[in-house]
């Protein structure tokens, strides 16, 4: 990650991240039916937030039925629960669907404090 020398119009320096940190990984796996299922694992917060959003962005672009892996998903702040949160938007407006798969733990405890994004199923399957 690198951190730009100019600050932003409305606070500090912006980073620019070329590739997702350490303690997060997303894959890609195409699934029968033309779906995709992004598959997250590790840390979900700001220093993943860039790769994350890219990664689903892509996804949705390509299929019109993206399947949100978080069975390995330790961690998720609010940053990665808004990029949710506009995947489900722009899944709504484009009429393709959003579903995540298997949050745990604190993941899990995030989204029930939130409430899932609207017209998001939210299925409890077992760990990988």
């Not at 690198?2 to 303690?23: Q, R, Y």
């Not at 959003?53 to 949100?68: G, P």
């Not at 579903?99 to 760990?127: E, N, T």
């Amino acid at each position: 990650m690198s951190i730009s020398p100019h600050a932003s119009a409305t606070g500090p320096p912006v980073a620019l991240h070329t590739k997702p940190p350490p303690h997060f990984i997303s894959s890609r796996v195409a699934e029968s039916g033309g779906s995709i299922r992004l598959v997250c694992a590790g840390e979900l917060d700001f220093a993943a937030w860039h790769h994350f959003a890219t990664d689903l962005q892509h996804a949705q672009r390509d299929s019109a039925r993206v399947l949100l892996d978080l069975r390995a998903l330790s961690l998720i702040d609010c940053t990665c629960i808004a990029t949710v949160f506009a995947a489900a938007r722009r899944a709504r407006r484009e009429g393709a669907v959003l579903i995540l798969i298997g949050p745990r733990d604190q993941v899990r405890r995030v989204l029930d404090l939130v409430g899932p994004p609207p017209d998001v199923a939210v299925l409890d399957l077992p760990a990988p």
